[in-house]
């Protein structure tokens, strides 16, 4: 009896790993290392080791009283979701020109070098003024680090602001992306390529003159090559675009948009792809940044599944709350969730109520969600008892704006521009467990998403209660359409 139960307990944890290796990858959510701490890695990459086949994700390392010049931090892990840290692989130096604590260390990318047996780490260095515009080159024997530092230098004696790398897979050369600064004279993307040592540029292959674009990287099938970028609206999210061409030479397409309009990319900046070439399917990820200027160290990271069309010579990114990726196949499933919405399965206290919305669930939206009297209470939430991701669906109608950029305005006379509301968010009305959502401006009608990672009871009887929380300019939270209920994480490494 013993050894039956033993084996059906093996065959089901079998068949459980065979269907699902990885974690699941949440975009927008507060990501955690085997540590228990936030992962701090932005704008970076994903190198892919070789010989192990293991991802090691690097970026620019932010801490709430150090969000510049805190070095480079380096995470690796096998599903793209687990990531262990591995501290700093390139750790600023006190009083060094260009590594210093005083000192942009942005954009960080690592290539491995065939011709050294070495890993190279370039990024964007500069000064804390942005008036050096340099590329910044540093090597290691070890992925993990620790990099030296060897040189900073100007592209063929260009500038060099929002710094890319792309690798072709086709024969391994690696080429540099950059824009050349806000100047007038720059507002350029170039494509320059490596030498084959990857420690030196050899030459401009393309340049995207003038269209004053940021945050590039590249996608190749095997057909095309897209790149793409952002515009420049510093911290705030804009449209990222996508250029289309055969080669790397061009002739480039006209830029188009790679997520529906006005959703700023599902509030996001792009800086880097990754094409993870499975045994069933390539998958394409699209890698950006989801900066929050008011806590740029708590910025979060939008990873979204790439759609290409060849025939259509179009691209988009997929959203997805929660995704199940499998590295092996290179397959990705949305993970199913359970919807509860603000219209049938919620009810308004104080001064928040319920109101007509075209747009929203069956036509009705929450609003009014004020401090925490006002607040709206989703009711017979079905839970498992284990953490389980938790999207709250919202529009926030602040208008963001370019209200502080040169030209701009906001949608609103005097209008002040506000990243995000704050709301909190209450299980089962245990204020001692409060959480706090972010939720960043949508536009009037578009309705986004932020997930968090909320215990629920086991059973159907949980209610989540939102209130607004002060985000520096006044106690609001955003509208609410829904919220939508995931089943907890199957990890096949989960302990039993
Ligand atoms: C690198 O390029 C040099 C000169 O073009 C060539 O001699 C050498 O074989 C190349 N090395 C590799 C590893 O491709
Ligand atoms: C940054 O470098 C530029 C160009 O050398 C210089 O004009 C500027 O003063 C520097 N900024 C700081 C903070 O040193
Ligand atoms: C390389 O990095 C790994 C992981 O951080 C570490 O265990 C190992 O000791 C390092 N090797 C060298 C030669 O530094
Ligand atoms: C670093 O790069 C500069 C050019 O930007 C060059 O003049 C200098 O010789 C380089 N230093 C080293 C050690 O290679
Ligand atoms: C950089 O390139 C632009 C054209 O893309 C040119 O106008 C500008 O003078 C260059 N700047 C430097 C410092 O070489
Ligand atoms: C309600 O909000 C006020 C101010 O916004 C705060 O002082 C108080 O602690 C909150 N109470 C609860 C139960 O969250």
Same mark, same amino acid.
């Given at each position: 009896m013993a050894r039956l139960s033993n084996f059906f307990l093996t065959f089901a944890s079998l068949l459980l790993a065979g269907r699902s290796t990885a974690k699941y990858i949440v975009p927008g959510g507060r990501w955690h290392d085997t540590d228990g701490k936030l992962i701090s890695a932005h704008a970076g990459c994903v190198t892919v080791e070789e010989a192990t086949g293991k991802f090691w994700l690097f970026g620019e390392y932010k801490t709430e009283g150090q969000t510049e010049g805190g070095g480079v931090s380096v995470y690796s892990s096998d599903d793209l979701a687990t990531w262990e840290s591995h501290g700093l692989a390139l750790a600023p130096v006190q009083?060094? +020109?260009?590594? +210093? =604590?005083?000192n942009i260390i942005q954009r960080p990318k690592v290539v491995y070098s065939k011709a050294s047996n070495e890993y190279h780490m370039w990024w964007h260095a500069d000064n804390s003024t942005y008036g050096l515009l340099l590329q910044g080159f540093a090597r290691s024997p070890n992925i993990s680090g620790p990099y030296r530092f060897v040189n900073a230098t100007a592209p063929m004696g260009n500038w060099s602001q929002d710094f890319g790398i792309f690798t072709d897979y086709k024969d391994g050369r690696s080429y540099s992306l950059y824009s050349n600064g806000d100047r007038k004279e720059g507002r350029d993307v170039y494509i320059a390529s490596y030498n084959n040592d990857t420690t030196g540029l050899e030459k401009v292959i393309h340049r995207f003159d003038k269209y004053d674009l940021e945050a590039p990287g590249i996608i190749q099938t095997e057909k095309s090559y897209y790149a793409l970028m952002s515009h420049k609206t510093g911290y705030r999210p804009n449209n990222v675009v996508a250029f289309r061409a055969d080669s790397l030479a061009g002739p480039w397409s006209q830029p188009f948009t790679v997520? =529906?309009?006005?959703t700023r990319t599902f509030s996001s900046q792009s800086g880097f792809n990754l094409r993870i070439k499975g045994s069933k399917k390539t998958t394409w990820l699209y890698l950006g940044d989801q900066w929050d200027s008011n806590s740029l160290w708590e910025s979060r990271y939008i990873w979204l599944p790439v759609d290409i069309d060849e025939q259509k010579k179009s691209l988009s990114l997929v959203w997805n709350d929660v995704y199940d990726l499998n590295i092996k196949t290179g397959e990705w499933a949305a993970v199913e969730g359970k919807s509860y919405y603000a219209a049938t399965n919620a009810k308004t206290s104080g001064g928040a109520f319920k109101q007509e919305a075209s747009f929203a669930s069956h036509g009705v939206i929450a609003t009014g969600i004020y401090g925490n009297d006002s607040t709206v209470t989703f009711e017979g939430i079905e839970g498992t008892g284990q953490p389980q991701w938790v999207s709250f669906y919202y529009q926030n109608t602040d208008d963001m704006g370019y209200g502080d950029q040169p030209g701009g305005s906001p949608d609103r006379i005097g209008g002040t521009w506000q990243l995000r509301r704050i709301a909190s968010v209450v299980v089962n009305g245990d204020t001692s467990e409060l959480e706090t959502l972010f939720q960043r401006d949508t536009n009037k009608g578009v309705i986004l998403s932020t997930p968090l990672l909320l215990t629920l009871e086991k059973g159907r009887k949980n209610t989540i209660t939102v209130g607004g929380l002060f985000n520096g300019f006044d106690y609001k939270g955003a509208d609410l359409d829904r919220i939508v209920v995931y089943p907890p994480e199957k990890s096949s490494r989960r302990a039993r």
């Open positions: 009083g060094h +020109a260009y590594i +210093a =604590p005083s997520a =529906p309009l006005n």
